[in-house]
């Protein structure tokens, strides 16, 4: 069974540095993409970016390059979103999850962690 | 970036009704088209992928059509269990954008 475990929820200040982690199990975590989305408060899912476990290869959205950075432990399965200088604009849930290609290049996250609430708050 | 585009931000229907939600690409897409279903306080879950395919384990209550800019999710014999929101997402081309969502309430 494939699953995805996030770390807790995450209280911070303006400026803290942060980093949310995903652990993947069920599956051969190098061969699969995962990606992080984005959840504001009340708001819609939003794409983030992705990253390829085995080269550590990475797309970010444009909305979000330079803000975030994607890495991943392939040692032990974990997916990483790391925050050099948070803002209260980044206050969300994050999701991680798995990207799937049913077939050809068809894509799609088929899996999903249970989210990391960030609250960035003085 | 492509653009996502759900007309419907709400609707809502009587348990056993036909509905259908739309979204709209601003560029064309082909089949590269996925639905998701999000209840409140959950992670999203797939529904449907590449336009038309039904995830496994999905309720075969809902379908999914539509290629190059127009889509469709429809769910025929609404259940109570239904009530969530609905995005649909784009996978033709980086950043795999999402829609705004429809919220499908239950009268």
């Known amino acids: 069974e494939v699953r995805l475990v996030q770390s807790g929820a995450e209280v911070s200040r303006p400026g803290e540095s942060l980093k949310i982690s995903c652990q993947a199990s069920g599956y051969s975590f190098t061969h699969y993409w995962i990606g992080w989305v984005r959840q504001m408060p009340g708001k819609g899912l939003e794409w983030v970016g992705i990253i390829f476990p085995y080269d550590s290869d990475v797309r970010v959205s444009p909305s979000f390059k330079g803000q975030v950075t994607l890495s991943a432990d392939k040692a032990i399965n974990t997916a990483y979103l790391h925050w050099s200088s948070l803002k209260a604009s980044d206050t969300a849930i994050f999701y991680c999850?798995?990207?799937?290609?049913?077939?050809?290049?068809?894509?799609?996250?088929?899996?999903w962690g249970q989210g990391t609430l960030v609250t960035v708050s003085s | 970036d492509i653009q996502m585009t759900q007309s419907q931000s709400s609707l809502s229907a009587s348990v056993g009704d036909r509905v259908t939600i739309t979204c709209r690409a601003s560029?064309?897409?082909?089949?590269?088209l996925n639905w998701y279903q999000q209840k409140p306080g959950n992670a999203p879950k797939l529904l449907i992928y590449a336009a038309s395919n039904l995830q496994s384990g999905v309720p075969s209550r809902f379908s999914g059509r539509g290629s190059g800019t127009h889509f469709t999710l429809t769910i025929t014999n609404l259940q109570p269990e239904d009530s969530a929101t609905y995005y649909c997402?784009?996978?033709?081309?980086?950043?795999?954008?999402f829609g705004q969502g429809t919220k499908v309430h239950i009268k």
């Open positions: 560029h064309f897409i082909t089949g590269y």
């Open positions: 997402q784009q996978s033709h081309t980086t950043p795999h954008t």
């Open positions: 999850a798995r990207l799937f290609r049913p077939y050809g290049d068809y894509e799609c996250f088929d899996s």
